[in-house]
């Protein structure tokens, strides 16, 4: 049963709340009262054709009875017949604005058939008001469409925001709030190049944009503009340096290794507070043997953040290859109690402790590291970065 199914039964014992047989009260027409608990019956069984056929028959011998239109439109809603419940609903309400539960179902049935502005009013109003979270939530997924179908993105996000806000792990809500965020931006990206063309901050969002997609060599252009226009500009000789790293990894260019050292050494002139260059910086030391310079430069992450796990534990490499186990110790326990599913640090931990003397740790280390390098090998999932990730260092030791 998908989420939409278990709205409309939601609402549907909500509509039962006045049902059509107690509309009609102690009718002396037999054939209006039978009709009327088939329909119900066969709407609560979800017989639609039945419970179509029967509402039909109540209407047609009495018209009036807003509870038997406002279940036909009920029936048409759950068929996604929306051109054929949105007059039946409105025939209801006209006959008895009490019903005032009706409301939602129609605003979400114009929406259903691109009746945006006239959607809108009862969107909003539901999204707003309505304490039934599952109406609201129904309601705000179509105020998305509609907000986004008549181009008020602002609108959009700030709906999709709330959205995050009320149900943060639904996955159906976080798609569509992802695809509202994206078309903003792209929105955004779109204004800025036809505004503003030659500007720093257009060839900056080329040059991302030429990054993403793996174009080194044009983000790395676009990205010397932005400084040929904006030479203090923070952040852009990190991500030249960033391009350049992810280059030499294809390539093994010792050559773009280097440059990419001078972009990050360059970013630690202008912004000494950007831990993500004084990392990157630190571990292109270590990888080539300048344990000074490294260990200087991890320590000076770690000052301005803390909590910077990765620098943790590249630290911890430089001290153990100058052979200072005690002090490496502390740096593995504060990255493990950073994030404990980390199989680097359970495996640079091993060693510390064998280094250490310690054979009883050096079991447990690897005992855990084995776990989670099996999970880790199971799942097989990439993602990007933004700075990059420590590595074991060797083979990795067998059970």
Same mark, same amino acid.
């Given at each position: 049963m998908t989420y939409f199914d278990k709205f409309m039964l939601r609402l549907g014992v909500m509509l039962f709340c006045l049902? &059509? #047989? %107690?509309?009609?009260? !102690?009718?002396?027409?037999?054939?209006?009262?039978?009709?009327?608990?088939?329909? $119900?019956?066969?709407?609560?069984?979800?017989?639609?054709?039945?419970?179509?056929?029967?509402?039909?028959? &109540? #209407? %047609?011998?009495?018209? !009036?009875?807003?509870?038997?239109?406002?279940?036909?439109?009920?029936?048409?809603? $759950?068929?996604?017949?929306f051109e054929l419940a949105v007059p039946e609903l409105r025939q209801a309400l006209k006959i008895k604005p009490s019903l005032q539960k009706l409301n939602s179902l129609l605003a979400m049935s114009l929406s259903e058939l691109g009746e945006y502005k006239e959607a809108l009013p009862g969107l909003e109003k539901e999204f707003h008001q309505s304490?039934?979270?599952?109406t609201r939530r129904m309601c705000g997924l179509q105020l998305e469409r509609a907000y986004t179908a008549l181009q008020r993105n602002g609108q959009a996000v700030q709906t999709a925001l709330e959205m995050d806000r009320f149900y943060p792990n639904d996955p159906e809500v976080l798609y569509h709030s992802e695809k509202i965020y994206g078309n903003a931006a792209y929105l955004a990206i779109q204004k800025l190049v036809k505004e503003a063309p030659d500007s720093a901050w257009s060839h900056l969002a080329a040059a991302e944009a030429f990054?993403?997609?793996?174009?080194?060599?044009?983000?790395?252009?676009?990205?010397?503009?932005?400084?040929?226009?904006?030479?203090p500009h923070r952040g852009v000789h990190y991500r030249i340096g960033r391009t350049l790293l992810a280059r030499s990894r294809k390539s093994s260019s010792a050559k773009d290794t280097s440059e990419a050292l001078s972009e990050f050494q360059q970013e630690l002139e202008?912004?000494?507070?950007?831990?993500?260059?004084?990392?990157?910086?630190?571990?292109?030391?270590?990888?080539?043997?300048?344990?000074?310079?490294?260990?200087?430069?991890?320590?000076?992450?770690?000052?301005?953040?803390?909590?910077?796990?990765?620098?943790?534990?590249?630290?911890?490499?430089?001290?153990?290859?100058?052979?200072?186990?005690?002090?490496?110790?502390?740096?593995?326990?504060?990255?493990i109690a950073l994030n404990t599913t980390n199989e680097v640090a359970w495996y640079r931990l091993a060693q510390v402790q064998k280094m250490l003397g310690n054979s009883v740790e050096v079991k447990k280390a690897l005992t855990e590291f084995q776990r989670l390098h099996q999970q880790t090998a199971n799942k097989n999932v990439a993602s990007p970065d933004e700075v990059t990730k420590q590595e074991i260092d060797g083979n990795v030791p067998q059970p």
């Open positions: 049902p &059509v #047989i %107690q509309a009609i009260g !102690q009718s002396s027409n037999d054939a209006l009262q039978r009709y009327a608990e088939e329909g $119900q019956r066969a709407l609560t069984e979800g017989r639609y054709d039945v419970a179509e056929r029967d509402y039909k028959q &109540v #209407i %047609q011998i009495n018209p !009036q009875i807003a509870e038997a239109h406002a279940s036909l439109g009920l029936v048409y809603f $759950q068929q996604r017949r304490t039934d979270l599952n990054e993403s997609q793996g174009e080194a060599d044009r983000a790395i252009a676009e990205y010397r503009t932005v400084l040929s226009l904006d030479p202008l912004d000494p507070s950007n831990g993500n260059a004084a990392y990157e910086a630190a571990d292109i030391y270590r990888n080539t043997g300048k344990t000074e310079e490294a260990r200087k430069l991890f320590g000076s992450a770690l000052t301005y953040y803390p909590n910077f796990e990765e620098a943790y534990l590249g630290l911890a490499a430089v001290l153990m290859e100058e052979q200072q186990p005690e002090r490496a110790l502390p740096e593995l326990q504060k990255a």
